[in-house]
């Protein structure tokens, strides 16, 4: 039993590297929400989410998300293959995109009843702003 606890354990540990590395790459939260939005991903993530069931991506979608060259980048770096490191970000990237999007479906609404010149105002717009709601750090309507 505490060899499969140790297994499972290593394989959050290298999800969790995977992800902060992958957000490392893009040079931040906001930088890589924004470029996975730009190619569809939060409309596909609604979708896969809507039927209750835990969504794992394939090797396949993960390397066409983020790029071969990307991918061999952040294995290298984290000492993998490119295989083991899309198979774990596969498993990882769902729900920490699922999550984000209804974070900041959260934020936006918040943001509609407190006047933008106000402190929180600031405070909702610049923490939506961190979770890819645009260029300009300004909540989308």
Do not use: C, H
Not at 3 to 18: D, I, Y
Not at 46 to 67: N, Y
């Amino acid at each position: 039993m505490s060899e499969l606890l140790n297994s499972l354990k290593t394989f959050v540990e290298g999800q969790s590297k995977a992800v902060k590395a992958l957000i490392d790459e893009y040079g931040g939260l906001s930088n890589f929400v924004d470029e996975v939005k730009k190619r569809g991903l939060p409309e596909k993530a609604k979708t896969w989410f809507a039927d209750g069931k835990k969504f794992v991506m394939s090797q396949d979608q993960v390397q066409k998300l983020l790029g071969d060259e990307r991918i061999r980048r952040l294995s290298e770096k984290l000492k993998t293959t490119p295989d083991q490191l899309a198979t774990l970000l596969g498993e990882a990237l769902p729900p920490v995109l699922a999550k984000i999007e209804a974070l900041r479906g959260k934020l936006e609404e918040a943001s509609k009843s407190v006047p933008e010149s106000s402190f929180v105002g600031g405070v909702l717009k610049k923490v939506t702003g961190w979770l890819g709601s645009g260029k300009d750090g300004a909540p989308k309507a």
